[in-house]
Nanobody, 118 residues
C-alpha cells in the first residue's frame, strides 16, 4: 500500500519560513519524480515544485515561488522536502505531496495546511 505522509505545515507570519516533509512508503522511491502542489480555497490545485528521481535531481519551480522555495529529496530516507522562505499570504494553501512514475503510478498525500498570516 502506497502512503505519502506530509508534515511540517502550520501558521507562520509573512516573511517567515517553513519546511515541509513527505515520507513515502510502498514505492521504490528512487524511481519516482516527486512534487509539491498546492490548492488555495476556491482555486485549482497548482504545481509548486518537482524534482526528478536521481539524488540531486533536476528541479522545476512555479514562477511564483522561484528564489523562495527549494525542493530536495533524500532517497535513503524515502523523503522529499520543501523549504519555504520569505512566505507571503498568497502562499496560504493546502500543500500536497505527489509521487509519479507514469499516468498509472501517480500517488498523492492527504495534504498539510500552510497559513501565512499576521
Amino acid at each position: 500500500q502506497v502512503q505519502l505522509v506530509e508534515s511540517g505545515g502550520g501558521l507562520v507570519q509573512p516573511g517567515g519560513s517553513l519546511r515541509l516533509s513527505c515520507a513515502a512508503s510502498g514505492i521504490i522511491f528512487s524511481n519516482y519524480v516527486m512534487g509539491w502542489y498546492r490548492q488555495a480555497p476556491g482555486k485549482q490545485r497548482e504545481l509548486v515544485a518537482t524534482i526528478t528521481s536521481a539524488s540531486g535531481g533536476n528541479t522545476n519551480y512555479a514562477d511564483s515561488v522561484k528564489g523562495r522555495f527549494t525542493i530536495s529529496r533524500d532517497n535513503a530516507k524515502n523523503t522529499v522536502y520543501l523549504q519555504m522562505n520569505s512566505l507571503k499570504p498568497e502562499d496560504t494553501a493546502v500543500y500536497y505531496c505527489n509521487a509519479k512514475r507514469s499516468n498509472v503510478l501517480d500517488f498523492w498525500g492527504q495534504g498539510t495546511q500552510v497559513t501565512v498570516s499576521s
